[in-house]
């Protein structure tokens, strides 16, 4: 039984280091992604595709085949942030990332570099209660709030919707 284990506990081992390079690949393709956008954007290169596109929405949406939100998101994070993720090797998620990014427009590039190296391995709750910090609603962050003030929702079967009780 103690064998089984042992092959049971490499295995996983094997697995978590498929898993973690799939993060690595992650964390910086959106980079790539929003490198690659932005080029396309300032260089119209959209409108010399071949097949007609009408608009860089349109290439997004019809080419790209994602939405012109996260197309936006991504030339925004190259933009703000790319080139000090990218040179400082920063592992940072694009979930933190997008929370990150009002904040850090206003911020020099050795504050955005700090900002991200101190939230990179956060989990997303913990970000979200620091910039509640940050931005002075430090008494709503779920890590200090009592939950003493409660209300009441009742949520429909059909469409999924909330409705608060009065």
Known sequence: MGSNKVV?????HEVMELWHEGNKHELF????KGKALSIIKQKKLWYVDCSGVPSFRAYIKNELKISVAEAYRLIQIYETVG??????NIPIKIGTLTLLLPHLRKMSDEEKKNLLIEYHDLPLEAV?????DMTGN?????DVCNHEEMEMYQKCKKCHKFFKVD
């Open 8 to 12: 049971i506990g490499q295995r996983l």
């Open 29 to 32: 393709g959106y980079i790539l």
């Open 83 to 88: 080139e000090i993720i990218s040179s400082n």
């Open 128 to 132: 979200k209660n620091n910039l509640l």
């Open 138 to 142: 430090g008494h709503l962050a779920t």
